[in-house]
Nanobody, 120 residues
Framework: QVRLVESGGGSVQAGGSLRLSCAASGYWNYLGWFRQAPGKEREAVASIFRTGDSTCYSDSVKGRFSISLDKAKNTMYLQMNSLKPEDTAMYYC????????????????WGQGTQVTVSS
């Protein structure tokens, strides 16, 4: 069973930066970040393979966000730069054990979420 604990959310002005962390335990092949704003569907943000050498991003964050993995600590990070008000959402860490399918799909284990608020 996978256990995921997020941290690092907060409030920041537009153009600022935040770094989210996700401590993972259990078996997984991919870790990912998803977000959900009030009244909107959950959106995939980024994912990383367990070796740390394969990543993918949604178009909405590409070039601004960077996902990374500290394998020794089993901790994933999401460095978010040039934040925009539309990045405001609850951010969730997720894990998937399967190897097939889309790099941003098939996630079945979820953390409790951490709030990110970007003001204009």
């Amino acid at each position: 069973q996978v256990r995921l604990v997020e941290s690092g959310g907060g409030s920041v002005q537009a153009g600022g930066s935040l770094r989210l962390s996700c401590a993972a335990s259990g078996y997984w092949n991919y870790l990912g970040w998803f977000r959900q704003a009030p009244g909107k569907e959950r959106e995939a943000v980024a994912s990383i393979f367990r070796t740390g050498d394969s990543t993918c991003y949604s178009d909405s964050v590409k070039g601004r966000f960077s996902i990374s993995l500290d394998k020794a600590k089993n901790t994933m990070y999401l460095q978010m730069n040039s934040l925009k008000p539309e990045d405001t959402a609850m951010y969730y860490c997720a894990a998937k054990s399967s190897l097939g399918g889309s790099c941003l799909g098939g996630f079945a284990s979820w953390g409790q979420g951490t709030q990110v608020t970007v003001s204009s």
